[in-house]
């Protein structure tokens, strides 16, 4: 008599995002921020209602997960590097900061955002929700969830690869932001120097952000376009520029030179951060490790 064939469980990594409530329970927040929250102070009042609303979704995550009969492992703390090879899923329980810094450890493992505080948070990227989340997470391991697959960029500092999985937008700036960026800036046969707060570069993803408030175009999700918008061109002296904001085909470059002693270009928020030296050269182009993400539509 055969034995029956044992079904394998699902591998899912669970990203969680700690809340500004937890990290100071931790002792990884000062003195004036515990007061600030014994007295209810307004600058920290919702610090409180966000963290039991998140941690009340987190268990509804567990509970589902063990329904389903998932094998789950979880990681407090979104931006701890992981290794999700052999896992089927990813999940992220947090807001859309959450997802941006799991997607850096995620390469061709479709990832589900979960909206943990939907009163707090922004999830543009968090297709589910507390209230979907059997749903959501039971399609999602069945393969029956429509997905979007997310173009990403890459930057190169003197063509050395630095980073290939930058979903929403880098920033180039000085590393003082209240300096002057002074730059080259290339786009094909255009160069130009420049003086401004920086510059934004990033994928369709991360149209909707801080480049479409710079004054940006809003990209469909389902484009490989790279798209970049400078920050607050300085003027003084006369000065005028052709090269301020672009929206440029897949398979386009690029290039900042620095004219800066120190400098940065920030990934995906202010967590990852690149030194650029004097003269270094930083090239943007699109990257060729796309991020699958479930839940989205193309026209989302």
Not at 139 to 164: F, P, T
Not at 247 to 263: D, E, H, R, Y
Not at 271 to 295: C, I, K, M
């Amino acid at each position: 008599m055969s034995k029956a064939r044992t079904a394998k469980r699902p591998r899912v990594i669970v990203v969680a995002k700690r809340s500004a409530l937890d990290r100071l329970e931790r002792g990884e927040e000062d003195a004036r921020a515990r007061a600030l929250v014994r007295q209810s102070h307004e600058a920290v009042r919702k610090w409180r209602p966000a963290h039991l609303q998140h941690e009340k979704t987190l268990r509804a995550v567990k509970e589902t997960l063990s329904l389903l009969g998932a094998e789950a492992l979880f990681l407090h703390g979104p931006h701890a590097e992981f290794d999700p090879t052999g896992s089927d899923l990813v999940i992220s329980v947090g807001g859309d900061g959450t997802l941006l810094a799991a997607s850096h450890s995620v390469s061709d493992v479709p990832i589900l955002g979960v909206n943990s505080a939907p009163g707090y948070s922004v999830g543009f990227f968090c297709a589910a929700a507390p209230g979907d989340l059997m749903s959501m997470i039971g399609a999602a391991l069945a393969g029956k969830l429509r997905a979007v697959r997310l173009a990403r960029m890459a930057v190169y500092i003197n063509d050395q690869l630095r980073s290939e999985r930058i979903l929403n937008e880098a920033l180039f700036c000085h590393s003082e932001p209240a300096a002057t960026s002074d730059y080259i800036l290339r786009v094909g046969r255009q160069s130009e120097e420049q003086k401004s707060s920086g510059v934004w570069i990033g994928p369709a993803a991360g149209s909707t952000a801080a480049i479409h408030s710079a004054g940006g175009k809003i990209l469909p999700l389902s484009s490989r376009k790279l798209q970049f918008v400078v920050r607050e061109p300085y003027l003084g002296g006369g000065r005028s520029y052709s090269a301020l904001s672009k929206v440029l085909p897949a398979g386009s470059t690029v290039t900042i030179v620095s004219k800066m002693q120190s400098a940065r270009v920030f990934l995906d928020g202010p967590y990852r951060a690149l030194s650029v030296r004097l003269g270094d050269r930083v090239r943007f182009e699109t990257s060729g490790q796309p991020l699958l993400v479930l839940g989205l539509s193309p026209g989302r």
